[in-house]
């Protein structure tokens, strides 16, 4: 179907590869959980209303609290990608400046969406999450239940969601901190040294989303609240959630120096940079 976006079109037939891959069976449980959840979306009262609900939180963080950006961080190895996923959905859909009619906007729309596992973000980026300069929402996802039997492992990985979720929520203030370095025998000069680096704000805005398991049904719903979480913001922001004319520019223009870099035509008609890239790359072959 030539007008189902790519970033829409797992439900249409261009599904096959998934069902040949994975087994119709399971397929059709992706498919059964997204209905489940346009279901939802369709009757739920706005105030148990899912998708409805995560869109509006997003619109408050990114029109009231000025995020720039939203971490996705899924507490789930099967949901590695998930995040990349999200990029494209969210920013090829609502990452624009006019509105349906042409005209410009009035308010920020989509933040940058980016993110990891969290067991690989906490190492790396949620230092910055916790005691940086702006405010980055997060949508933590976890499953309550593992599909392998080390239970262990899955309760450490839930204990390790939760504590960042109530970290961002709470935070640490001076006080605890001094308190926890007294408590340590620490000299009053180390203490007021290391204080205000052990000092967390808090008050860090996040969703934490929570699934039974990990099953085809269960990524299938999953899939479906973001897209409708999507189009819900879109329509508050007037935009066509539908198109992405924003990725066209770089492709007729790859075409030109596609050209170009073969020996074609003269790299003459960019600007001096684009030349000079152009100019360096020929004279690497």
Known sequence: ??????????????????????????????????????????????????????ALVGFWNRQFLGAT???????????????????????????????????????????????????????AYFQLLHQGTDLTPIDFIAALRPAHELHNHHTALLANCFAQSEAFMKGKTLDEVRADLQGQGLSLAEVERLAPHKTFPGNRPSNTILMEYLTPATLGALVALYEHKTFVQGAIWDLNSFDQWGVELGKVLAKKIEAELAGDAQPEQHDSSTNGLIARAKAAV
């Open 69 to 123: 950006s939203v971490t996705i961080a899924p507490y789930h190895q099967d949901l590695n990608r998930f995040p990349a996923y999200l990029q494209q959905l969210d920013m090829e859909s609502n990452g624009k400046r006019v509105t349906r009619d042409g005209e410009p906007v009035d308010t920020p729309t989509c933040p940058a969406i980016w993110g990891e596992p969290g067991t690989n973000g906490q190492h």
């Open 1 to 54: 179907w030539d007008w189902v976006g790519g970033r829409y079109s797992v439900w249409s037939a261009i599904g096959l590869p998934v069902a040949l891959a994975v087994g119709y069976g399971y397929f059709a449980d992706f498919l059964a959980g997204a209905h489940e959840m346009d279901q939802h979306f369709r009757t739920a009262p706005i105030e148990q209303n899912m998708p409805i609900i995560l």
